[in-house]
């Protein structure tokens, strides 16, 4: 998310580099990071994983899907520039949206008694959120695309398999140099983001309920 968006004409438009990095910001976008974030959360806290995949589903529903579709409806009424809202002005609404619905998850996972991993999930989101927005609105503007897929890969190695910690952790860079081969962020920006998920999954990990 950042300055104006890119439109990319003429010999830039044929370059691999930059074809590779809009796939790659496009298929790794916050919302997809997100959206497994919730999924994984899900299979891996609740005894029975199809159930545990509904709760998932359900969750990434108002984590991911709500907020994209409020962004995309925004686009296309030339609120925002572009889907990744690369304009640091543009931003706080959006944040605004993502706590709301995220809200409205948590509270969905109280009234129904969900797993107690997918209330911490919803906490933990919050307060990415708080922490995200509050240093883009006062210093620079981090990378969400960078923070989400931290958050994925480690909160993957803490439910699954620490393995899963090496195995993943390719998908950091290559999502470092999609957000910087488009100029959508600076190097500063991206490891920020990076930074602080690690952040605040250490500190939420304090407070992960047993999957036994």
Same mark, same amino acid.
């Given at each position: $998310?950042?300055? =104006? ?21 496009? @298929?790794?976008?916050?919302?997809? =990071? ?22 998932? @589903? ?6 991911? *899907?709500?907020? $994209? ?26 944040? %605004? *949206?993502?706590?709301?619905? @995220?809200?409205?998850? /948590?509270?969905?996972?109280? %009234?129904? =008694? ?7 999930? $919803?906490?933990? /989101?919050?307060?990415?959120?708080? *922490?995200?927005?509050?240093?883009? %609105?006062?210093?620079?503007? *981090?990378? $969400?695309?960078?923070?989400? /897929? ?37 190097? @500063? ?6 930074? %602080? ?16």
């Amino acid at each position: $998310m950042t300055e =104006s968006p890119t439109k990319i004409q003429g010999p830039a438009a044929a370059d691999p580099a930059i074809r590779s990095a809009r796939i790659l910001s496009d @298929v790794f976008a916050p919302a997809v =990071s997100v959206f497994l974030i919730c999924v994984l959360c899900g299979v891996a806290g609740h005894p029975h994983p199809w159930a545990g995949l509904g709760w998932g @589903v359900l969750l990434g529903t108002f984590c991911a *899907v709500i907020p $994209m579709t409020a962004i995309h409806i925004a686009v296309r009424r030339e609120h925002l520039t572009d889907r990744h809202v690369t304009r640091r002005e543009q931003r706080w609404w959006v944040f %605004l *949206v993502c706590v709301g619905s @995220v809200l409205c998850g /948590m509270t969905t996972t109280l %009234l129904l =008694s969900a797993p107690s991993v997918l209330v911490w999930i $919803m906490l933990t /989101m919050v307060a990415g959120l708080v *922490v995200t927005g509050t240093v883009t %609105l006062l210093g620079p503007k *981090v990378s $969400m695309h960078a923070f989400c /897929m931290t958050c994925l890969v480690i909160i993957a190695a803490l439910l699954i398999s620490p393995w899963l910690l090496l195995a993943l952790l390719p998908l950091l860079p290559a999502v470092a140099f999609a957000r910087l081969k488009l100029g959508h962020h600076t190097l @500063v920006e991206v490891i920020l983001g990076t930074g %602080l998920a690690f952040l605040v999954i250490i500190v939420a990990q304090q407070f992960l309920p047993d999957l036994g």
